[in-house]
Nanobody, 119 residues
Framework: QVQLVESGGGLVQPGGSLRLSCAASGFTFNNYWMYWVRQAPGKGLEWVSIINTGSSTYYADSVKGRFTISRDDAENTLYLQMNSLKPEDTAVYYC?????????????WGQGTQVTVAS
């Protein structure tokens, strides 16, 4: 079955860095675009970054220049390198994919990993 498992979150001071990972299984990882999405306390979902099957990348304006999305298709893993973190980056971060499974498209989410930026 499809699984997306995030890791790498934690508590970091403003200006610090974290690298999130998302281990994918149960589908052909290199066939799909992959997404990072976050949800800050009391707020809705916000897309953060996208990487397509050719490794072209897209970023929300709020993280552009600070975050880098990447993928390792050999290891079926998605990454998000987060630098120059700000308190407003505090959120639960999810990896996400729309997958064609059983002849229909469905959305799949990981369980999320908490990122807290505070001094």
């Amino acid at each position: 079955q499809v699984q997306l498992v995030e890791s790498g979150g934690g508590l970091v001071q403003p200006g610090g860095s974290l690298r999130l990972s998302c281990a994918a299984s149960g589908f052909t990882f290199n066939n799909y675009w992959m997404y990072w999405v976050r949800q800050a306390p009391g707020k809705g979902l916000e897309w953060v970054s996208i990487i397509n099957t050719g490794s072209s990348t897209y970023y929300a304006d709020s993280v552009k220049g600070r975050f880098t999305i990447s993928r390792d298709d050999a290891e079926n893993t998605l990454y998000l390198q987060m630098n120059s973190l700000k308190p407003e980056d505090t959120a639960v971060y999810y990896c996400f994919a729309d997958l064609l499974v059983g002849g229909s498209w469905s959305s799949y989410w990981g369980q999320g990993t908490q990122v807290t930026v505070a001094s």
